[in-house]
């Protein structure tokens, strides 16, 4: 007589996906930002009050107020419920990637804007790139800086995701772990600095969005960009924080990994942007 022993894992759910609960968070910030988007549309054509400016402000709170609620509820849910299983986490990078191509398809209307004025100036313009009366930036002076900044910055975070990858038998737990808030702390420092200099370059700039083509297409890019930066580093640091508070591991690292793709994203659009914009656009 034989037997057979069955190892009986528990699945509450059934299956390794993540079915949400009912949440007022996308509801709330539809209403948010579409009444936003119309408050600021009759801001930049003059037509709000002082009253408008005061709903604007309780939209804007109202914003960071959900967005935030809405990160801690999934935080909740792949750290402490553990509901973001080895598949879930999986769409999670699918959904990253989309985003990130969503994004190279935004820029790429800046830049394909960009080159169509600067390969074809028109007449109304000189017929010249750059346009008559604009005295463009040296390419090979604070540009050149915020390169090596943001390349180094790329270094830094990808440090990190060397570490939170790393095999603890080649190093201790403790060192890796203490690399990485060391590297992510670096990049956040980095991703600030780029920023404070893209700041004081606008500052001393002798030409503002208002000055043609060339001033449109330059400040809305690379300001584009530099949100991006901003958005980046938050991200970065939400991620260092919770690294902190022990929520990543080497197998479930999903939140790190997808700041690390969006931060490189950040790096490369930069290298074009200097490229064609700075460097050709001078």
């Known amino acids: ?8 894992t528990y699945n509450p759910n059934g299956h390794p996906f993540h079915i949400l609960d009912a949440s007022p968070h996308p509801f709330n910030l539809g209403i948010t930002l579409g009444l ?17 400016m005061i709903i604007l402000t309780f939209l804007l709170i ?3 107020l959900t967005i935030t609620n809405w990160f801690y509820d999934i935080v909740i849910e792949g750290t402490y419920e553990g509901q973001h299983t080895l598949a879930v986490q999986q769409n999670l990078r699918f959904g990253m990637v989309l985003f990130i191509v969503s994004e190279i398809m ?3 209307s ?3 804007a960009f080159f169509h004025s600067s390969i074809s100036p028109a007449v109304s313009i000189g017929c010249v790139w750059p346009p008559v009366g604009i005295e463009v930036l040296n390419p ?3 540009p050149f800086l915020n390169t090596i900044i943001l390349l180094s910055s790329g270094v830094s975070v990808t440090w990190a995701h060397r570490a939170i990858t790393a095999d603890p038998k080649d190093r201790p737990q403790a060192k890796l772990r203490l690399e990485v808030i060391v590297a992510l702390t670096l990049t956040i420092a980095l991703g ?5 200099l893209q700041k004081y370059e606008y500052i001393h700039a002798t030409f503002t969005i208002a000055d043609g083509i060339y001033g449109s297409t330059f400040f809305v890019t690379t300001g584009f960009h530099g949100l991006h930066v901003i958005i980046g580093t938050l991200f970065l640091f939400i991620c260092l924080l919770r690294h902190i ?15 690390i793709w969006y931060w490189h994203f950040v790096d490369v659009v930069w290298l074009f942007l200097f490229v064609s914009i700075y460097w050709y656009g001078s």
């Open 245 to 259: 508070q022990y929520h990543f591991t080497r197998e479930h690292h999903v939140g790190l990994e997808a700041a």
């Open 1 to 8: 007589m034989s037997t057979k022993t069955t190892k009986i």
């Open 192 to 196: 600030l600095l780029f920023t404070a």
């Open 36 to 52: 936003s988007l119309y408050s600021l549309v009759l801001m930049v054509n003059n037509k709000i009050t002082m009253n408008g």
């Open 106 to 108: 935004f820029f790429f």
């Open 110 to 112: 800046f830049f394909w």
């Open 62 to 64: 109202n914003f960071f």
């Open 140 to 142: 090979w002076g604070l």
